[in-house]
């Protein structure tokens, strides 16, 4: 029986990993917010969990340049057919481990107002939503935070 296993994110990742991101949202166009340069530059802080060179689930994440005391997880992804197995919050614990040995006190990160799922994830793990500039659905949201009509609802979980 093949074992998963955790390993830090390569350069050689990055074509596997959006060959199927866009599939793994529901055939929402997510690729673009994966740029090569997450895979090259931020190995430290971010990993991938495979078996057998499958890959199974991703979390980017980076320490920040501004405040070296905050990481920031920009993008998590765990193969649908395997949600609800923990996966997720073993790849967010991961992270907490790492970038508090790192020094960092905090971990911020953002979604989309309509992703329920993520929303609800979020505050499971701890994270409270930061007061917004608007609402949707009785949820705070920073409005236009990635652009015109771009609205984002904001995390934040001390360490």
């Known amino acids: 029986m093949p074992t998963s296993r955790l390993r830090a994110i390569s350069s050689s990742d990055y074509d596997p990993i959006t060959a199927c991101v866009d599939a793994w949202w529901g055939g929402r166009p997510v690729r673009a917010l994966l740029p090569r340069l997450f895979f090259e530059h931020f190995q430290p ?24 005391r905050i990481a920031y997880v920009h993008f998590v992804g765990v193969d ?67 652009g015109p009509g771009q609205h984002r609802v904001r995390f934040s979980r001390e360490l």
Do not use: W
Not at 54 to 63: D, K, N, R, S, Y
């Open 45 to 68: 802080t971010s990993f991938v969990l495979a078996s057998q060179d499958v890959i199974e689930a991703f979390l980017i994440g980076f320490i920040s340049q501004t405040d070296p």
């Open 80 to 146: 649908p057919a395997l949600r609800g197995r923990g996966i997720g919050r073993m790849l967010y614990e991961h992270f907490f481990d790492i970038v508090r040995a790192r020094g960092c006190t905090q971990v911020c990160s953002i979604t989309s107002p309509a992703n329920k799922g993520s929303i609800d994830f979020h505050r499971k793990m701890g994270f409270a939503i930061a007061p917004g500039t608007g609402e949707m659905d009785g949820v705070p949201v920073h409005l236009d935070y990635a």
